[in-house]
C-alpha cells in the first residue's frame, strides 16, 4: 500500500512538472526513466547487485541522450547539453524507483563465500 501511495504520489509531481517543462525536456526525462528502469531491473536482476544497477540505469541513460545529441548534430541540428542533462535526470530517477521502492521486496542475496572473512575478523563486521 506504502509503494502504491508513493508512486500515485510521484506521477501527481510529475504531472504538474509537466506544464512548467518544455516538452523536449520532457520526451529526453521520459526517455531516460525509461532505459534507466529497464537497464537496472536487468542488470539488478544479472548481478545481484543494487548498486551495480543504479550506476548501469544511469550510465545507460547518459548514454542514450548522448547517442541522441550526437545523432541530431550530425543531421544539421546543434548539439545540446540540457537535453543530456534531462535524460540523465530522468535516468537517476528511473533507477532510482527500481533500487529504492521494487528491489528491496526481494530478498537480500547472500555473502559470497569469498568474502566470509569480513565476517569472522573481530576487527571487522561481527556475526551477530
Not at 550510465?59 to 543531421?75: P, T
Request: hydrophobic content about 40%; aromatic content about 10%; some cysteine.
Amino acid at each position: 500500500m506504502k509503494k502504491l501511495i508513493l508512486i500515485l504520489i510521484l506521477s501527481c509531481f510529475v504531472y504538474s512538472v509537466n506544464s512548467q517543462i518544455e516538452p523536449d525536456k520532457l520526451n529526453h526525462a521520459s526517455a531516460g526513466f525509461m532505459i534507466a528502469f529497464t537497464s537496472n531491473a536487468f542488470t539488478w536482476k544479472a548481478t545481484d547487485r543494487k548498486l551495480v544497477g543504479f550506476f548501469a540505469g544511469v550510465g545507460m541513460s547518459y548514454l542514450a541522450g548522448h547517442l541522441k545529441e550526437d545523432y541530431d548534430m550530425r543531421n544539421g541540428g546543434k548539439y545540446d547539453n540540457q537535453d543530456i542533462k534531462a535524460t540523465v535526470i530522468g535516468g537517476i530517477i528511473g533507477s532510482g524507483i527500481v533500487t529504492i521502492i521494487l528491489i528491496p521486496s526481494v530478498p537480500k542475496r547472500k555473502l559470497p563465500l569469498e568474502y566470509h572473512y569480513l565476517l569472522d575478523d573481530e576487527n571487522t563486521m561481527i556475526r551477530k
